[in-house]
């Protein structure tokens, strides 16, 4: 695929991003006639920082994508200083280090083959198949037959671990309750005075960090068939269940998954794993059990990609993987829980 002007592939970001929160209000938000989910436009609303110029959105949303070592290698990206994230600076000696996992080059079902090989030709930007090559945050630049990260350099080229050029795709379901004592009462937070909400998470195999129980789209499957299928597997050990069991569990993860839902985002991801080449997008989504009676039935149980799996009350003290702790601040703002003992924060 020809490579198109940065200016214009940067134009089309913007303008893309800009007509998704264009509906949202100075106090509320509004969602755009074609959005069922009155949360949705808040979603992309929160994306435009990823493309601000300003140093402090590069800083703030660009920065894991960043650090060094790669996981999972010794690995270490070129320096990228925060003002020279953005490809509209021009940066002629700037010099990314090459770097694609061998898990990767090994060519297993979820991951493409490389650019060079002359029987792939990539439809970027657009449905691939099965394979979904679009962007959550619009347009992205082709630059030399390799799709370009749209929030900036990251000091490596490649694929890393990230099995597709482009965006990988991503689903992260926030299970959450309210925090109750013996008799059933909610629990308020001392200083804040809000209930304290709690969400299901998942200690990582692979870095040790507390995180989301989500993972990967397949090609071809629906975003709440991933959520289901994800928490299942890591939360709730379903691949190890006899088949009576899974029936159970499926059974109480219908009642759980088909209630009310938040989008709560829908986008890039500030992710480790990140490269010029490819990146993490995700949509994190919010099931809400509130009488905390559909989750007494389900026993966690770490399983698959997840070493542990509990209960974690929400506030600003949370230290998770990738942006996870900012969907879960998004979470506790839209209901309306404890986040921080600091009432300007809160």
């Known amino acids: 695929m020809a490579a198109r002007p940065?200016?214009?592939?940067?134009?089309?970001?913007?303008?893309?991003?800009?007509?998704?929160?264009?509906?949202?209000?100075?106090?509320?938000?509004?969602?755009?006639?074609?959005?069922?989910?009155?949360?949705?436009?808040?979603?992309?609303?929160?994306?435009?920082?990823?493309?601000?110029?300003?140093?402090?959105?590069?800083?703030?949303?660009h920065n894991k994508a960043r650090t060094s070592p790669y996981p999972g290698s010794k690995v270490e990206r070129s320096q990228v200083p925060n003002e020279k994230v953005g490809w509209v600076v021009e940066w002629q000696d700037y010099n990314p280090v090459?770097?694609?996992?061998?898990?990767?080059?090994?060519?297993?079902?979820?991951?493409?083959?490389?650019?060079s090989e002359s029987s792939f030709s990539p439809k970027f930007n657009e449905k691939d198949g099965h394979v979904e090559r679009k962007s959550q945050n619009g347009l992205y630049e082709i630059e030399n037959g390799r799709?370009?990260?749209?929030?900036?350099r990251t000091g490596l080229v490649g694929r890393g671990l990230l099995g597709r050029w482009g965006p990988n795709h991503a689903a992260d379901p926030i299970i959450t309750r309210w925090k109750r004592d013996s008799s059933g009462n909610k629990i308020s937070h001392p200083v804040s005075g809000k209930n304290i909400l709690q969400f299901v998470a998942i200690k990582r195999k692979d870095c040790g960090e507390w995180a989301i129980p989500g993972g990967m789209v397949d090609p071809g499957e629906k975003i709440s068939a991933t959520l289901k299928r994800e928490f299942g597997e890591e939360a709730l050990n379903s691949l190890q269940k006899s088949s009576a069991e899974k029936r159970e569990i499926e059974e109480q993860l219908h009642k759980l998954f088909n209630q009310e839902q938040l989008v709560i985002y829908k986008g890039y991801v500030d992710d480790p794993r990140n490269t010029d080449n490819a990146w993490m997008e995700t949509e994190a989504v919010n099931y809400h059990d509130e009488t905390g009676e559909i989750m007494d039935n389900l026993n966690l149980e770490a399983g698959d990609d997840a070493?542990?799996?509990?209960?974690?009350?929400?506030?600003?003290?949370?230290?998770?993987?990738?942006?996870?702790?900012?969907?879960?601040?998004?979470?506790?703002e839209k209901r309306d829980a404890h986040w921080s003992e600091d009432s300007e924060t809160d």
């Open 98 to 115: 090459e770097y694609t996992a061998v898990s990767v080059l090994a060519g297993p079902r979820w991951a493409d083959p490389q650019i």
């Open 6 to 61: 940065l200016g214009s592939a940067v134009a089309a970001v913007s303008l893309s991003v800009a007509l998704a929160s264009a509906t949202v209000g100075s106090s509320v938000c509004r969602p755009s006639p074609s959005c069922r989910n009155p949360f949705l436009s808040c979603c992309f609303h929160l994306n435009t920082n990823i493309m601000s110029g300003s140093n402090d959105a590069k800083e703030n949303s």
């Open 147 to 152: 799709p370009r990260n749209p929030a900036g």
């Open 307 to 332: 070493g542990k799996v509990k209960w974690v009350d929400i506030s600003d003290k949370l230290k998770l993987y990738a942006s996870h702790s900012h969907f879960i601040k998004l979470v506790a």
